[in-house]
């Protein structure tokens, strides 16, 4: 049998060869000759000069020459297959490099592409004509999947090879990667659709977040016992296989992986943003208990109505906390230092230690690295989007919606940390380690200190109700004090928003995140 054969030249080798900077072996060579292109990709990827970063031995090669063959087996690399183009290994490879034949370059380089895991690399010499001149439907193909590739790139070179004027093409490929899917649970995940949509059109839910969340985790669910079951099964069959290991909290059993799903689903509901916009972070940390003993619970339609029942019958109380959690911030739990000037004392009813909040307040945030002084709103947007959902609330739905988290995520990425609007304050943050807010809305902050002025017993209970002429003297005085004759009978006018009656209305679900 003749073999075409032209072995790599070292600089020809070497060049090839940094095209890839790290590989991970095995690394394949399916037209290994004598092991040229090995040598020159060991020597090409050295620690130092006198350590090596790979040996023989990190090399799989073909080679259909039983002489070569067996040369290449004296240098300790691993000769895996002869016919490069009858190899069909089980699992891919994550590197190749290859000096194919030039009569069969584009065959060799589509089967090496075949062979070739998701975001590996090849790097490859082919004749040149191969890629300037594709005039057959194999190279044309070809070259249709190598510029399908992430990266696909070419470099020309003259006269490569001893005593020959013929050019070569130095090509690297990455692999563009195929969207990890899991067969099972995509099967799963289609019939539940399907049965979905042929049900009961009455269906408690029916679309949108918490819908879609349901139909993954029932999915999930049947594909995790599948493959419980499935792997059970091989363990019975070859019992001395380490393969496989279940780790489930609690045991290997059925039971324990259902219940580690349903904990995933539950905490994924009390961070949807369906449940975000309505808890602050204190009230989702005092349901994060709750939500462990739900794991064992099915994450089903009614359970999360339960859920949700449950959570709006509290929701009112944790309501009031925040604001007046917020309140506290801005007012009595500064008044007595460098923060003083965050509050206006007033004449209370039956109190002479009565105190409302200004427009602007200033309170304690370090949105700056300790170490290093850079802006970053990570340690602060939690704080920020509080304060934000407390006045969601006190607003009754009157302001279109933002999202916090993304305004300082774009303030940061601008560096910016002055005059930074959010939907209900302008924000300056100082290294100092404070934040100045200044209220946006006059209307919004008259509401939030007759709030918290009437919790603190500060106001009178039918404070509002009655107009200016017709108050006590000692009545007046408290108005004149906390807003003035015009403000109050603007109050009155419009109680139904400064001095609503029962529980505050739900905010929009456009709310802050």
Aim: proline fraction near 4%.
């Amino acid at each position: 049998m003749k073999y075409q054969y032209y072995p790599t030249p070292a600089t020809l080798g070497e060049k090839l060869a940094k095209m890839i900077r790290v590989a991970e072996p095995p690394i394949l060579e399916p037209s290994a000759g004598t092991g040229n292109l090995i040598e020159a990709f060991i020597e090409a990827h050295r620690y130092g000069r006198w350590e090596p970063r790979y040996s023989e031995k990190d090399f799989h090669c073909i080679e259909l020459n039983p002489e070569r063959a067996a040369a290449l087996k004296g240098k300790e690399c691993r000769v895996v297959w002869d016919n490069f183009l009858t190899f069909n290994p089980l699992t891919p490879y994550q590197t190749i490099i290859m000096n194919p034949p030039f009569h069969e370059g584009a065959k060799h380089l589509q089967k090496a592409l075949n062979l070739l895991a998701d975001g590996g690399e090849i790097a490859c010499i082919l004749n040149a004509e191969t890629i300037r001149n594709p005039y057959s439907n194999e190279r044309k193909a070809l070259i249709d999947e190598l510029e399908a590739q992430e990266v696909y790139e070419v470099e020309f070179v003259k006269s490569a090879f001893e005593d020959t004027d013929v050019e070569v093409a130095l090509i690297h490929v990455k692999k563009k990667s195929s969207p990890l899917k899991c067969i099972t649970f995509e099967n799963f995940k289609k019939s539940i659709v399907a049965e979905r949509e042929n049900s009961d059109p009455q269906s408690l839910i029916r679309h949108g977040e918490v819908n879609a969340l349901i139909d993954n985790y029932r999915a999930e669910v049947k594909a995790a016992l599948y493959l419980f079951d499935e792997i059970q099964a091989f363990k019975k069959l070859a019992p001395d296989s380490t393969v496989f290991k279940i780790d489930v909290s609690g045991g290997n059993t059925r039971a324990n992986v259902v219940r580690a799903v349903n904990g995933i689903y539950w905490s994924k509901l009390l961070y949807s943003s369906e449940l975000d916009r309505l808890l602050t972070a204190d009230a989702r940390n005092a349901y994060a208990n709750r939500f462990r003993e739900m794991a064992n619970y099915e994450f089903n339609e009614r359970n999360i109505l339960q859920l949700k029942a449950d959570l709006v019958s509290n929701l009112f109380e944790n309501v009031d906390a925040a604001i007046m959690k917020v309140w506290e911030n801005f007012t009595s739990r500064f008044s007595w230092t460098d923060y003083s000037k965050n509050i206006h004392y007033y004449n209370g009813w039956r109190t002479n230690k009565a105190f409302k909040c200004n427009k602007k307040v200033i309170i304690p945030l370090y949105a700056f690295d300790r170490f290093d002084n850079t802006f970053s709103t990570y340690h602060i947007k939690d704080a920020l989007a509080d304060i934000e959902k407390a006045m969601n609330y006190l607003d009754s739905g009157r302001t279109d919606g933002t999202n916090m988290t993304e305004i300082l995520r774009a303030a940061q990425a601008q560096n910016c940390n002055r005059n930074i609007d959010t939907k209900f304050f302008t924000v300056d943050l100082y290294k100092k380690g404070t934040c100045h807010l200044t209220f946006k809305d006059a209307a919004l902050l008259k509401k939030f200190n007759l709030y918290c002025g009437r919790r603190k017993k500060w106001l009178p209970d039918d404070y509002g109700c009655k107009p200016y002429g017709g108050l006590s003297q000692e009545e007046k005085e408290i108005v004149d004090s906390f807003e003035g004759r015009d403000s109050y009978e603007d109050t009155r006018r419009n109680s139904q928003f400064y001095l609503p009656t029962g529980n505050l209305p739900m905010p929009a679900a456009s709310g802050s995140n």
